[in-house]
């Protein structure tokens, strides 16, 4: 059973252009949450999704960035004319049903924004 | 809204020592607890997780934690590190009641070095 999987792993974006960071979640998980680490920094809580619904984007900057997670394939968080400060790891967790279940993290985006 | 502290941010063992990293939340009750580790490059594993109950909880890699409510902490404990346990330690607190919605609130973390 493959664990979550992120990709691509490293990203390297212009200021300007447009990021998207793909995850794909655990067999059997439906619901998936995003997480951004900056330097030297903890995780910080993006956005909670279950398929084809936004349940929580409390935690995502409301200009340039959203979500998604369709009914097929991976979920993908997009970020448009990014700038230096979105620089940092984000990683994806998913988990098989409501109710506090351990979160399966993947291995993580590392975008450098140039 | 709940908060995690972190208060050591790198701490240095010798291989074969014990080890305690701490963790301080704030939150109005009881909040879910749990501890991730990162190695380098890699993604989060949890080690252990606190929901009710007996609070001295057992995770894997021989670590253990202790909830105490009165000092609202819960740090991570192991009896004797091998090298193979140098990676970042996060604390993370759930909201129990924000059933439906599991985010976590991690710490800053704790790097930990072992040395020889």
């Known amino acids: 059973n493959a664990g979550v999987m992120q990709n691509p792993r490293h990203l390297v974006r212009r200021r300007g252009q447009e990021a998207r960071l793909r995850c794909s979640p655990m067999?059997?998980?439906?619901?998936v949450y995003w997480y951004r680490q900056l330097p030297e920094e903890g995780l910080k809580f993006m956005v909670y999704l279950q398929k084809e619904n936004i349940i929580d984007e409390s935690g995502m900057p409301k200009e340039r960035f959203s979500a998604e997670f369709p009914k097929e394939g991976p979920s993908i968080l997009r970020i448009q004319q990014v700038v230096r400060g979105d620089s940092a790891a984000y990683f994806c967790a998913s988990s098989p049903t409501e109710g506090y279940n351990e979160q399966f993290f993947g291995p993580g985006t590392r975008l450098t924004v140039l | 809204a709940q908060s995690v502290t972190q208060p050591d941010i790198h701490i240095t063992v010798s291989e074969g020592a014990s080890l305690e990293l701490r963790c301080n939340y704030s939150?109005?009750?009881?909040?879910?607890l749990f501890w991730y580790v990162q190695s380098p490059g890699q993604g989060l594993q949890l080690l252990l997780k606190y929901f009710s109950g007996d609070t001295l909880v057992q995770g894997i890699k021989g670590f253990e934690a202790e909830f105490k409510r009165s000092q609202s902490s819960f740090n991570l404990r192991k009896p004797s590190v091998h090298w193979s346990d140098a990676a970042e330690y996060f604390c993370a607190v759930g909201d129990p009641a924000n059933f439906g919605n599991e985010k976590l609130t991690f710490g800053t973390g704790t790097r930990l070095t072992i040395i020889p």
């Open positions: 067999k059997g998980h439906s619901h």
């Open positions: 939150y109005g009750a009881t909040p879910y």
